[in-house]
């Protein structure tokens, strides 16, 4: 058998869970990433300093590296079409094309998308001038509001206004202020929608859609989802929401519609396709879309995939995603995310991290690392979000427990954890009111191998 180079780009915990996974397969080869990071580099890829939206650079670092596959992980890159550039020299890919990946890149674009084709998302209008955005959320006078910047803002260009002062200095922070820079030039002010938040994240080439396990984050800085935004704190798989019926109502009235609306745009999406989704009172609806695996989602999604990764980002890149059989492991999984103190604001750099072994890992867990770097022997922060620490369990309690079992094994300076994470799910769980049917909940926990004990 062939083994393959693989070149991943990206530096954060998503992409250290894509490695990690990929090293599995007994087609990988040797793994090379750019930038990575700490842990990355610790686990034995060779890493090096092209940066992530270097086009011309990763396309000469994959002649280099002679790379037989190349994962482009991060949305900038992808927004800006370095799998074009790739493909153009002839190497193969894991990532939608530039004009796929314009279904993260521009939220007016996927607002429109959606109205065209009747896929359900909250209501919404479009401005580029503040002061007609500001007539209309006084207008509708309806709060909270939700301000979304168009473009790419590092996951927090979403600001949830909760009164007619907060609309007004979004609008005039993002618009007049360019807060996100060109991003945030348009804005879309979006209908408030209630119920829980679901994401899935989808394998798809184009014609077949395969989700994988649903998950659920948790965005907020603090405990209680309070204070600011933040890339996500902390992640659970599955998410017991995300009932059979639901996902038999995504796959039918959201999933292939946006796939086959895609391909009516000349857009045709391949690689991993993330719905960001709400369980309103009147069915799942989009919140938003993005053009790549989520982060922390992907670290708690991928442990659980029974299978080989490889094979099916070849089977994406070939277009025979019909013929691969995907599997999931039974149970539940949980990460916690450690950061900087400070985080998502100001953070120091440099403080070092003890309690892992060698290779940054726990023998009771498996740690992806995303802000980190090695300096002289030594493992050092190098982020907001340091580490992602993660563990499957039996059942989403044991994963739960066994994750902050293992975070107290971890220190260093003014580290900053929610202690949270999960809670809202195992409510969920405990408490069959949470669903609409309780058949709903019978079913859920029979796919799931779920068994509370009380």
């Not at 790379?67 to 193969?92: H, N, S, T, Y």
């Not at 998308?113 to 007539?135: H, Q, R, W």
């Not at 950061?339 to 100001?346: D, F, H, T, V």
Request: glycine letters at 10%.
């Amino acid at each position: 058998m062939d083994k393959m180079n693989i070149l991943v780009i990206g530096s954060g915990g998503r992409e250290h869970a894509i490695i990690r996974k990929l090293m599995q397969s007994p087609k990988c080869g040797k793994i090379y990433c750019t930038p990575g990071n700490g842990g990355i580099a610790a686990d034995g890829a060779e890493c090096f300093s092209v940066g992530a939206t270097d086009i011309d650079g990763v396309v000469k670092l994959a002649k280099e590296v002679k790379a037989d596959l190349v994962v482009v992980a991060p949305d900038d890159p992808l927004v800006l079409g370095m799998v074009d550039a790739l493909q153009a020299e002839g190497f193969k890919t894991f990532g939608p094309k530039k004009a796929a990946a314009i279904i993260e890149g521009s939220k007016v674009f996927s607002k429109n998308l959606m109205k065209k084709y009747g896929i359900p998302t909250a209501a919404y209008e479009v401005f580029d001038n503040s002061k007609d955005a500001i007539a209309y959320v006084k207008k509708q006078n309806t709060y909270p509001a939700v301000i979304k910047a168009d473009g790419l803002a590092l996951g927090k260009g979403v600001i949830l206004a909760q009164n007619e002062a907060e609309a007004v200095e979004a609008i005039k922070e993002m618009i007049d202020g360019r807060k996100f820079g060109d991003s945030s030039a348009t804005v879309v002010v979006e209908e408030y929608l209630t119920g829980p938040e679901v994401s899935v994240l989808a394998f798809t080439d184009g014609k077949t859609v395969k989700p994988m396990i649903s998950s659920m984050d948790h965005k907020r800085a603090y405990d209680n989802d309070e204070g600011l935004n933040t890339g996500g704190m902390g992640t659970v798989a599955p998410n017991p929401y995300y009932t059979s019926d639901v996902a038999a109502e995504c796959m039918e009235k959201i999933f292939m519609p946006t796939i086959n609306a895609m391909n009516a745009e000349g857009r045709t999406f391949e690689g991993c396709l993330y719905f960001g989704l709400m369980i309103t009172p009147k069915g799942p609806k989009v919140i938003e879309y993005n053009c790549r695996f989520g982060d922390p989602e992907t670290q708690v999604v991928l442990p659980m995939l029974d299978g080989d990764l490889l094979e099916i980002m070849l089977a994406v890149y070939d277009h025979r995603l019909a013929d691969i059989d995907i599997k999931w492991h039974v149970g539940a999984c949980t990460c916690v995310v450690m950061a900087s103190g400070g985080y998502p604001l100001s953070y120091p750099k440099g403080l070092e991290i003890t309690g892992l072994d060698e290779k940054g890992q726990l023998d009771c867990a498996e740690i992806f690392h995303a802000g980190t770097k090695l300096s002289e022997g030594k493992l050092l922060t190098n982020g907001g979000r340091v580490l992602g620490v993660t563990c499957r369990g039996s059942n989403l309690s044991d994963a739960v427990n066994s994750a902050y079992h293992a975070v107290k094994k971890i220190h260093f300076e003014n580290a900053h954890y929610r202690k949270d994470i999960g809670q809202k799910a195992l409510k969920a769980l405990f408490d069959p009111s949470q669903f609409d049917y309780k058949q709903d909940l019978e079913d859920y926990l029979e796919e799931n191998g779920i068994y509370i004990r009380q």
